[in-house]
């Protein structure tokens, strides 16, 4: 799956938390076995700045990763984004069908 830079930038701060978390870890801890700021390492998850190639490849061996997982949570967190965006779709419509509905119920009564 490929990912545009738009979607790049919401996607990669995602997965370092999720990366980070699942190897249950703080953000004190990670920072602490990775030699890296803790405030560079919060900066990365919030998307306030994306890593440089060596911050990132230290914070993937800090997680215990390789590239080829982290694409796979590249991918699962885009899943799960897309389920919200279509889950609020089908939500509107649904509104949308009852209100339609109840108006046409009204106009035949």
């Not at 803790?38 to 994306?50: K, M, R």
């Not at 080829?68 to 590249?74: C, D």
Request: hydrophobic share 40%.
């Amino acid at each position: 799956m490929r990912f545009d830079a738009a979607a790049h930038k919401r996607l990669i701060p995602a997965a370092l938390k999720r990366a980070r978390q699942e190897a249950s870890l703080t953000i004190d801890e990670a920072a602490a076995e990775s030699g890296i700021n803790p405030l560079t390492i919060q900066n990365h998850e919030w998307g306030t700045n994306l890593p440089s190639m060596d911050y990132f490849i230290l914070e993937l061996q800090t997680y215990g990763l390789d590239f080829g997982r982290f694409h796979e949570l590249l991918v699962e967190i885009y899943a799960d984004l897309r389920h919200e965006e279509v889950s609020g779709e089908l939500d509107k419509l649904k509104e949308r069908l009852a209100c339609i509905e109840v108006s046409s119920c009204r106009v035949a009564k």
